[in-house]
T-cell receptor, first 112, second 117 residues
Framework: AQKVTQAQTEISVVEKEDVTLDCVYETRDTTYYLFWYKQPPSGELVFLIRRNSFDEQNEISGRYSWNFQKSTSSFNFTITASQVVDSAVYFCALMDGNKLVFGAGTILRVKS | ETGVTQSPTHLIKTRGQQVTLRCSSQSGHNTVSWYQQALGQGPQFIFQYYREEENGRGNFPPRFSGLQFPNYSSELNVNALELDDSALYLC????????????????FGSGTRLTVV
């Protein structure tokens, strides 16, 4: 079955700390796509990144970086030098056919 | 380019009533998907519409139904509301057959917060 697990329910950090959000997935497919979304209090899901299974290069975008490891079925997300504006719920998701299967999300609270 | 707009933003209904939620897709997007997000959980796929036809459905009962119109806007209808239907309903528009999956091009709206009392 396609499944995404985000074991961290809530993380609190102080501004400028680095923080890593964990994501573990299960899939029967050999080719698959993983995503991270940010959900601020306004409710919409903001796309952050898509990763396909045949590209294991890690990616960096500004303060954001992603570590994809097929061997451990993990796709972790790190925010460097966190800021208060990073406070949100973060979802990891797996594409299953034409739908996204989401994890339960991790609430990130960044305190000043 | 306009994003995805959903209406209303908030709604309170009584158990047993019916509700219609609306979604206007992003310009140029012809596929619309609906998700239900219960409090403290991740979004769950309800169904997707492409060219006015249902194109996949999640594990939701038939009282959840939808429509897509020629301008690609969409409605989600829920009959015989139950307390557990209380949730944030998210609409996402996309282009079909985007390389690697439509998820690459999903644009989500801000959702409709439905409360059933």
């Amino acid at each position: 079955a396609q499944k995404v697990t985000q074991a961290q329910t809530e993380i609190s950090v102080v501004e400028k700390e680095d923080v890593t959000l964990d994501c573990v997935y299960e899939t029967r497919d050999t080719t698959y796509y993983l995503f991270w979304y940010k959900q601020p209090p306004s409710g919409e899901l903001v796309f952050l990144i898509r990763r396909n299974s045949f590209d294991e290069q890690n990616e960096i975008s500004g303060r954001y970086s992603w570590n994809f490891q097929k061997s451990t079925s993990s796709f972790n997300f790190t925010i460097t030098a966190s800021q208060v504006v990073d406070s949100a719920v973060y979802f990891c998701a797996l594409m299953d056919g034409n739908k996204l299967v989401f994890g339960a999300g991790t609430i990130l609270r960044v305190k000043s | 380019e306009t994003g995805v707009t959903q209406s209303p933003t908030h709604l309170i209904k009584t158990r047993g009533q019916q509700v219609t939620l609306r979604c206007s897709s992003q310009s140029g997007h012809n596929t619309v998907s609906w998700y239900q997000q219960a409090l403290g959980q991740g979004p769950q796929f309800i169904f997707q519409y492409y060219r006015e036809e249902e194109n996949g459905r999640g594990n939701f009962p038939p009282r959840f139904s939808g429509l897509q119109f020629p301008n690609y806007s969409s409605e989600l209808n829920v009959n015989a509301l139950e307390l557990d239907d209380s949730a944030l309903y998210l609409c996402a528009s996309s282009l079909p057959n985007t390389p690697g999956g439509a998820g690459y091009g999903y644009t989500f709206g801000s959702g409709t917060r439905l409360t059933v009392v």
